[in-house]
């Protein structure tokens, strides 16, 4: 199953089938310290980030014609700011 991830640095991590269905939320007690607004805010953040890298990697795996038949959007905003940060090479020094 093609899956994405996030992360914040207080412990929220997402994870989100193709699509944004969730699989998987994982809160500490660090996170719940935001207050309720601001971690609403952060889980939405992560969950738009982590259905953009799930996308991204459906995009990659499956090409971008079969997406658009399955009915599954892409955003182009997440997918530039996520491929300008992602090394070629993981032996980049």
Not at 38 to 51: G, H, K, M, P, S
Not at 76 to 93: C, D, K, Q
Request: proline letters at 1%; glycine letters at 10%.
């Amino acid at each position: 199953m093609i899956t994405g991830r996030a992360h914040h640095a207080t412990g929220i991590a997402i994870e989100v089938g193709v699509g944004g269905g969730m699989r998987a939320i994982t809160l500490t007690e660090r996170s719940m310290r935001l207050g309720r607004a601001a971690l609403a805010d952060e889980i939405l953040t992560l969950v738009r980030l982590a259905t953009a890298r799930a996308a991204e990697r459906a995009r990659h795996t499956l090409g971008e014609e079969h997406l658009e038949t399955l009915g599954l959007h892409v955003d182009a905003e997440l997918t530039e700011e996520i491929e300008s940060t992602t090394p070629e090479s993981w032996m980049v020094r």
